[in-house]
């Protein structure tokens, strides 16, 4: 069983930048693909970005792509998203997400790929 806790999230004002961390323990980190999701008041959770087990391979929504980074450091069992010129419409609640696929070069895009989730990080950004 992996347990994820996110980090980072806050106020900024639009146009600045924001880093969330996810750190996770009770598994082999290197194992297991990542994902970031995101869920507004009255809206559903949504995919934001996607990264392959051991990196490499990414995926992004199209409403971040460009803006926001996913990476991981294996070594440290955290997985980033670095967020710049953000948006008010970016404001919600990120979440962190794992996906047990040793050996599967894939990022994975939809909910129900995922296993275990976060309890999420607040993001609010100012106009």
């Known amino acids: 069983q992996v347990q994820l806790v996110e980090s980072g999230g806050g106020l900024v004002q639009a146009g600045g930048s924001l880093r969330l961390s996810c750190t996770a323990s009770?598994?082999?980190?290197?194992?297991?693909?990542m994902g970031w999701f995101r869920q507004a008041p009255g809206k559903e959770r949504e995919f934001v970005a996607g990264?392959?087990?051991?990196?490499?391979?990414?995926s992004y929504a199209d409403s971040v792509k460009g803006r926001f980074t996913i990476s991981r450091d294996n070594a440290r069992n955290t997985v980033y998203l670095q967020m710049n010129s953000l948006k008010p419409e970016d404001a919600a609640v990120y979440y962190c997400?794992?996906?047990?696929?040793?050996?599967?070069?894939?990022?994975?895009?939809?909910?129900?790929?995922?296993?275990?989730w976060g309890q999420g990080t607040q993001v609010t950004v100012s106009s």
């Open positions: 997400a794992a996906r047990y696929t040793p050996g599967v070069f894939d990022a994975w895009r939809l909910k129900d790929d995922y296993h275990y």
């Open positions: 009770g598994g082999t980190f290197s194992s297991y693909a």
């Open positions: 990264i392959a087990w051991r990196g490499g391979s990414t």
